[in-house]
């Protein structure tokens, strides 16, 4: 299972990140800046209620570029509230008992957070996962989805990373 991030976990893996080192997902040129922090809002069953992080937005230090970067962890699935923990259980679950202590682990997702889910795994991911030959959930797979495919995995294909600007944190640079 997928340990959820927090926003010290967050802000320390932030903190020690080396902006002027990282290179810009767009143009390629190296160096970023801070340019703004945004509040995103998880459905975490840690919590009693959704989880609030303070995610950074960062800025391409290349005059001709100027794009900015939203620096999501793996954990999170863009523009969804539901961990990719809970998203990885949802997509492996295979009955309605299943399905049922998904809801009753996390009191905060609802069946239609499972419906949606699986719908949106089987109609644009997967035939993806199919190239793909890391397990699920492993920082190989996450590496693979956007090294492939220019998104997260389970993002929606409509919003490529590049475009829309996600920098990815992958598990296997956070401390756990
Ligand atoms: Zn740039």
């Given at each position: 299972?997928?340990?959820?991030i927090t926003q010290?976990?967050?802000?320390?893996?932030?903190?020690?990140?080396?902006?002027?080192a990282?290179?810009c997902?767009?143009?390629?040129?190296?160096?970023?800046?801070?340019?703004a922090?945004y509040i995103?809002?998880?459905?975490?069953?840690s919590f009693d209620?959704?989880?609030?992080?303070?995610i950074?937005?960062?800025r391409?230090?290349?005059?001709e570029?100027?794009?900015?970067?939203?620096?999501?962890?793996?954990?999170?699935?863009?523009?969804?509230?539901i961990?990719m923990?809970?998203?990885?259980?949802?997509?492996?679950?295979e009955?309605?008992?299943?399905a049922?202590?998904i809801?009753?682990r996390?009191?905060?997702?609802?069946?239609?957070?499972?419906?949606?889910t699986r719908?949106?795994?089987?109609e644009?991911?997967?035939?993806?996962?199919?190239?793909?030959?890391?397990?699920?959930?492993?920082?190989?797979?996450?590496?693979?989805?956007?090294?492939?495919?220019r998104?997260?995995?389970?993002?929606?294909p409509?919003?490529l990373?590049?475009?829309?600007?996600?920098y990815?944190?992958?598990w296997s640079?956070?401390?756990?």
């Amino acid at each position: 299972m997928i340990a959820e991030i927090t926003q010290s976990d967050y802000s320390q893996i932030i903190n020690a990140l080396d902006l002027l080192a990282l290179p810009c997902p767009h143009c390629k040129c190296v160096g970023m800046c801070i340019f703004a922090y945004y509040i995103r809002r998880v459905k975490n069953c840690s919590f009693d209620e959704k989880t609030e992080l303070r995610i950074l937005r960062v800025r391409c230090l290349n005059e001709e570029c100027r794009k900015t970067h939203a620096i999501l962890p793996s954990t999170i699935v863009p523009y969804s509230q539901i961990t990719m923990s809970d998203t990885i259980d949802i997509i492996h679950c295979e009955s309605k008992e299943e399905a049922a202590e998904i809801l009753g682990r996390n009191l905060l997702l609802d069946p239609k957070d499972i419906y949606r889910t699986r719908k949106r795994f089987t109609e644009y991911w997967k035939s993806k996962i199919k190239n793909i030959k890391a397990t699920m959930g492993d920082s190989s797979f996450f590496t693979a989805c956007i090294d492939k495919y220019r998104r997260h995995f389970m993002q929606i294909p409509s919003t490529l990373c590049s475009s829309y600007s996600c920098y990815h944190l992958l598990w296997s640079a956070l401390p756990f």
